[in-house]
Every structure is written in structure tokens, then in C-alpha cells.
């Protein structure tokens, strides 16, 4: 698809133009349509990190309990499943800046390609895992070699422009919506099948590997998701698409591609002469974003699963994987039908505002649940009707994400160093993912063992992180830099 504008030159940051992120009415550009295809297949192989991140959360609390790491102490299991979801983005906080500065160079497809394939391979081992170390060794894997998530981010970044840039990234948070309802329910489900289909699943392999089915199918899809890319996603790197018409003018032909050299020469540049303002202020929103969101997705399943006695809810792993599930599933179908709408009706920076103060009443509904729990001593209507209030914070909470994606690639100065910008935005947020499982786990286990504010210290921590998030957001710029070309 080609776009007619004009270049921000890197090197003359005084000359870019900027325009307001939602300009004023009766100033509006003509939408540009969306390739629908070439998005259809993007959206889709980002449907990978999702369902291999979020399968897992259903049963990692009762693999860890049947590996008996903790001696039988389950206020410990916190501590371990903390760890095991903590070692993917350790991966990736290491190695996605060197997939996103290696896309600039050799390509996105060839890219997608390895991280496609290091993810089928890591999710195969996981579930052939029966020790400790194995579930580390596997989870080290699927990070180090997954530079997905940048890619496509890059990717859409490449597929779209300013006039239709808010309905290509209000997708990528529908696409994580569909894996957190997929990989929960298929999780949840397949775990332990010779318990559910004894007749289909009655044979030794199915007991020494119990947590093989979900993991297996999980690869199964990404292996389709592979083939697919391979065969109809086209490259969106200039310097590496293919010449849809052969050159026939001799100008052309026997001089050099001044622009290309151009656009070659920008995505070698350092990284320092990228950390301006408005690129650091937005990937600090997004570390700060991917650090209390991890927090509270694997609080979620933790304190589902966590005996009654110890203030959880006490629920299954197929309990559990329904009702992330349905979270998924109702968030999806609102940000597929809304999120852009919302975009143009309030603007990025005022919607990313008003998500970031969903967060503290997010993480209270976890101890008013606990209460309400220990006063009436079970679970009935009560619990339920604070379980569906929750939900619906859920969805004004992941709005944040569509907004911060948004605002992240449109802060950079050019389209040919987005790869080296949403890659320092990626290492941020897997850092930031990194420290919060081991972390919010963490607390959550010595809040719990030692009836720290009454077992909800963890909870009391993160509203108060909460209160500098919100800060934080309001230091996003109002305006941004116009960088179609």
C-alpha cells in the first residue's frame, strides 16, 4: 500500500510537523481502508503469545503443588508459579531489542518465523516437563527466542497511517482478549485429561504427563499460524519488499535508490539519539502499564486457587479457566466494537487517563472479595455479582492497551526506525513483566504467611503503584508528531 506525505527527517527533529492525536473537526484526513488481508493474517499469528502465555496460568498453581517443590505448604506456592511465569519476559527483556533492531535489517517475516518456531518447541517441552528445572528451562526458551510481539506491532505500524492508525492497534488488544479467552479455556479444559475422557486418555504417557494435551495443542496452532504467515504475509520493510513492477526508465535503473540508502542509513542509527521525550515518556507509560497488568493477571488465577481458609476463592483449574474465559471473551467483543469509537470521541491521552485510574479499584475488589467470603462463609450470589463488577473494570482497564500502542508508534519520527522503537518499548514492558509475577507472587505469599494488614499487603502495594501510574499517564504528550509518508 502506498501513502503519499512527506518524510520527517530523523536528523531535523525541529522541522517535523505535529498535529493533534485526534485533530480538531473539519480538519479530518479521509480514512485510508484498512488492507484487510494483510491485517487479517497479522492479527491472527498474534493470537500466538497469548494463548501460549495464558494457557498455563490455569493449572500452574496445582503443577506446582504435584511436583511437590513446596513440602506441602501452599501459601508457597505463590513463590514458584511466580517464578515459572516471570522467566518468559526475563527472556525476552534480554533478547526482543536484538529481534526488533535485527527486523530493521534482514526483514519482519524471517523474524516471525524464528520466534513461531522457538515458541512451538518451548511449549512442546513444557508440557514433557516433569521436574522444576524443566518448566524453567522451557519457559527460558519460549522467551529468548519470541520477538513476535514487536514485530507486529511494527508490522501494523507499517500497514497503517494516521488516518486509520487508532482502528489497525485497537485490534491488538482484541486479538490478547481472544488468546486470554482461548488460552485460559483450553488450559483449564485439557488439563489432566485421563481425569475427564478416561476412555480417550487411559494410557501411561497421559499419567506421567498429564499437562501435555493443551500444550500440544497450543503448538499445533502455532505451527498453523506459521504456515499461514509463511505463504500469504507479505514484508512491510521497504528496503526488503519486492518490486511489484520492474524498473523500465534508465534513470531509474542505473542510479542507486537514494531513498532506500536513506531509509538503510536510519535504521542503523544508535538507540541514545532515539530517547527524546516523547518517545521515553510513552515507553515508561508502557513499562509502568505491562508491570501492574502482569501483577494483577497472575493475582487472578493465584488468588482464585488459593484455599478459602487463606483468603482465595478456592476454585478448580477448570473453574478458573472458564472464568478467564469469559473475562476474554466479554472484553473482546467490546474492544472490537467500541475502542475506536471511544479513540475519536475522547482521545488517546484522556482514554489511556481514565484506564490507568481503573487500576486501584481493580486490585480492592481482591480483598472486598475476601471478606465478603470470610462474613458469609461461602461462595453465593455475593461473590458472584463482586466477580461480574470486576469484569466490568477489567474492560475499561485494557483500553489502556490499544491507547499506549497507539501513542508508542506514532512517537516515532519515521516509519523505518519503528522496529528500534517498539523494541525499547518491548524490552521495558518484559522487564517490567519479568519482575512483576516473581514479585506480585511474592508479596502475595508473605502477606498470606504472615497476616501482613491483615493478609492484603500485596493489594494496599499496588494501589498505591497504582496513584504514581495515573501520574504518569497524565505526562503524555497531547500532541505527536505526523510521520505518514
Given at each position: 500500500?502506498?501513502?503519499?506525505?512527506?518524510?520527517?527527517?530523523?536528523?531535523?527533529?525541529?522541522?517535523?510537523?505535529?498535529?493533534?492525536?485526534?485533530?480538531?473537526?473539519?480538519?479530518?484526513?479521509?480514512?485510508?481502508?484498512?488492507?484487510?488481508?494483510?491485517?487479517?493474517?497479522?492479527?491472527?499469528?498474534?493470537?500466538?503469545?497469548?494463548?501460549?502465555?495464558?494457557?498455563?496460568?490455569?493449572?500452574?498453581?496445582?503443577?506446582?503443588?504435584e511436583l511437590d517443590i513446596t513440602g506441602g505448604d501452599d501459601a508457597a506456592v505463590g513463590y514458584y508459579a511466580?517464578?515459572?511465569?516471570?522467566?518468559?519476559?526475563?527472556?525476552?527483556?534480554?533478547?526482543?531489542?536484538?529481534?526488533?533492531?535485527?527486523?530493521?535489517?534482514?526483514?519482519?517475516?524471517?523474524?516471525?518465523?524464528?520466534?513461531?518456531?522457538?515458541?512451538?518447541?518451548?511449549?512442546?517441552?513444557?508440557?514433557?516437563?516433569?521436574?522444576?528445572?524443566?518448566?524453567?528451562?522451557?519457559?527460558?526458551?519460549?522467551?529468548?527466542?519470541?520477538?513476535?510481539?514487536?514485530?507486529?506491532?511494527?508490522?501494523?505500524?507499517?500497514?497503517?497511517?494516521?488516518?486509520?492508525?487508532?482502528?489497525?492497534?485497537?485490534?491488538?488488544?482484541?486479538?490478547?482478549?481472544?488468546?486470554?479467552?482461548?488460552?485460559?479455556?483450553?488450559?483449564?479444559?485439557?488439563?489432566?485429561?485421563?481425569?475427564?475422557?478416561?476412555?480417550?486418555?487411559?494410557?501411561?504417557?497421559?499419567?506421567?504427563?498429564?499437562?501435555?494435551?493443551?500444550?500440544?495443542?497450543?503448538?499445533?496452532?502455532?505451527?498453523?499460524?506459521?504456515?499461514?504467515?509463511?505463504?500469504f504475509l507479505e514484508e512491510t520493510l521497504s528496503t526488503k519488499r519486492r518490486p511489484k513492477f520492474p524498473s523500465?526508465?534508465?534513470?531509474?535503473?542505473?542510479?542507486?535508490?537514494?531513498?532506500?540508502?536513506?531509509?538503510?542509513?536510519?535504521?542503523?542509527?544508535?538507540?541514545?539519539?532515539?530517547?527524546?521525550?516523547?518517545?521515553?515518556?510513552?515507553?515508561?507509560?508502557?513499562?509502568?502499564?505491562?508491570?501492574?497488568?502482569?501483577?494483577?493477571?497472575?493475582?487472578?488465577?493465584?488468588?482464585?486457587?488459593?484455599?478459602?481458609?487463606?483468603?482465595?476463592?478456592?476454585?478448580?483449574?477448570?473453574?478458573?479457566?472458564?472464568?478467564?474465559?469469559?473475562?476474554?471473551?466479554?472484553?473482546?467483543?467490546?474492544?472490537?466494537?467500541?475502542?475506536?469509537?471511544?479513540?475519536?470521541?475522547?482521545?488517546?491521552?484522556?482514554?489511556?487517563?481514565?484506564?490507568?485510574?481503573?487500576?486501584?479499584?481493580?486490585?480492592?475488589?481482591?480483598?472486598?472479595?475476601?471478606?465478603?467470603?470470610?462474613?458469609?462463609?461461602?461462595?453465593?450470589?455475593?461473590?458472584?455479582?463482586?466477580?461480574?463488577?470486576?469484569?466490568?473494570?477489567?474492560?475499561?482497564?485494557?483500553?489502556?492497551?490499544?491507547?499506549?500502542?497507539?501513542?508508542?508508534?506514532?512517537?516515532?519520527?519515521?516509519?523505518?526506525?519503528?522496529?528500534?522503537?517498539?523494541?525499547?518499548?518491548?524490552?521495558?514492558?518484559?522487564?517490567?513483566?519479568?519482575?512483576?509475577?516473581?514479585?506480585?507472587?511474592?508479596?502475595?505469599?508473605?502477606?498470606?504467611?504472615?497476616?501482613?494488614?491483615?493478609?492484603?499487603?500485596?493489594?494496599?502495594?499496588?494501589?498505591?503503584?497504582?496513584?504514581?501510574?495515573?501520574?504518569?499517564?497524565?505526562?503524555?504528550?497531547?500532541?505527536?508528531?505526523?510521520?505518514?509518508?
Open positions: 500500500m502506498v501513502r503519499t506525505g512527506w518524510l520527517v527527517p530523523i536528523f531535523q527533529p525541529e522541522q517535523a510537523r505535529i498535529t493533534p492525536l485526534i485533530p480538531a473537526k473539519g480538519s479530518k484526513k479521509p480514512k485510508t481502508p484498512l488492507p484487510k488481508l494483510q491485517i487479517g493474517i497479522l492479527i491472527t499469528l498474534q493470537l500466538a503469545e497469548p494463548i501460549a502465555s495464558t494457557s498455563i496460568f490455569p493449572y500452574i498453581n496445582q503443577l506446582i503443588r511466580g517464578l515459572i511465569e516471570s522467566l518468559f519476559f526475563v527472556g525476552q527483556a534480554l533478547t526482543v531489542l536484538r529481534w526488533a533492531r535485527l527486523s530493521d535489517r534482514i526483514g519482519r517475516k524471517p523474524v516471525l518465523v524464528i520466534g513461531l518456531s522457538g515458541i512451538c518447541i518451548s511449549m512442546l517441552c513444557f508440557g514433557l516437563s516433569t521436574t522444576f528445572w524443566g518448566l524453567v528451562v522451557s519457559r527460558c526458551m519460549c522467551g529468548f527466542l519470541n520477538g513476535n510481539n514487536v514485530v507486529m506491532k511494527t508490522m501494523m505500524g507499517e500497514l497503517t497511517d494516521s488516518t486509520n492508525m487508532a482502528q489497525g492497534f485497537a485490534l491488538i488488544p482484541i486479538i490478547w482478549c481472544v488468546g486470554g479467552f482461548v488460552g485460559p479455556l483450553m488450559g483449564g479444559t485439557l488439563a489432566r485429561p485421563q481425569d475427564h475422557w478416561p476412555a480417550l486418555f487411559s494410557g501411561s504417557f497421559w499419567r506421567d504427563y498429564p499437562y501435555f494435551l493443551p500444550c500440544a495443542v497450543a503448538a499445533f496452532l502455532l505451527l498453523v499460524a506459521l504456515v499461514m504467515m509463511t505463504l523500465t526508465t534508465v534513470g531509474v535503473s542505473s542510479s542507486p535508490d537514494r531513498e532506500s540508502l536513506a531509509q538503510q542509513s536510519m535504521a542503523n542509527m544508535s538507540l541514545r539519539s532515539l530517547l527524546t521525550r516523547s518517545v521515553v515518556i510513552p515507553i515508561a507509560n508502557y513499562a509502568m502499564l505491562s508491570f501492574l497488568d502482569v501483577s494483577f493477571r497472575v493475582l487472578l488465577p493465584l488468588f482464585f486457587s488459593t484455599p478459602t481458609y487463606l483468603g482465595g476463592l478456592g476454585f478448580d483449574p477448570a473453574t478458573i479457566g472458564k472464568w478467564m474465559a469469559l473475562c476474554g471473551v466479554t472484553d473482546g467483543i467490546f474492544q472490537a466494537f467500541f475502542f475506536a469509537k471511544i479513540v475519536d470521541w475522547i482521545g488517546p491521552k484522556r482514554l489511556f487517563c481514565i484506564s490507568a485510574s481503573c487500576y486501584a479499584p481493580l486490585i480492592a475488589i481482591f480483598p472486598i472479595m475476601s471478606w465478603i467470603l470470610r462474613v458469609r462463609g461461602e461462595v453465593d450470589h455475593a461473590i458472584t455479582f463482586a466477580l461480574l463488577c470486576h469484569l466490568v473494570i477489567v474492560v475499561a482497564w485494557d483500553m489502556s492497551y490499544g491507547t499506549i500502542f497507539l501513542i508508542i508508534t506514532a512517537s516515532a519520527p519515521t516509519k523505518n526506525v519503528l522496529g528500534a522503537i517498539n523494541g525499547l518499548g518491548q524490552t521495558s514492558a518484559a522487564v517490567a513483566r519479568a519482575v512483576g509475577p516473581a514479585l506480585t507472587t511474592s508479596l502475595f505469599a508473605v502477606s498470606k504467611e504472615h497476616n501482613l494488614l491483615g493478609g492484603n499487603a500485596v493489594f494496599v502495594i499496588l494501589i498505591v503503584l497504582a496513584g504514581g501510574f495515573r501520574w504518569l499517564a497524565s505526562q503524555l504528550p497531547d500532541e505527536i508528531q505526523d510521520r505518514d509518508e
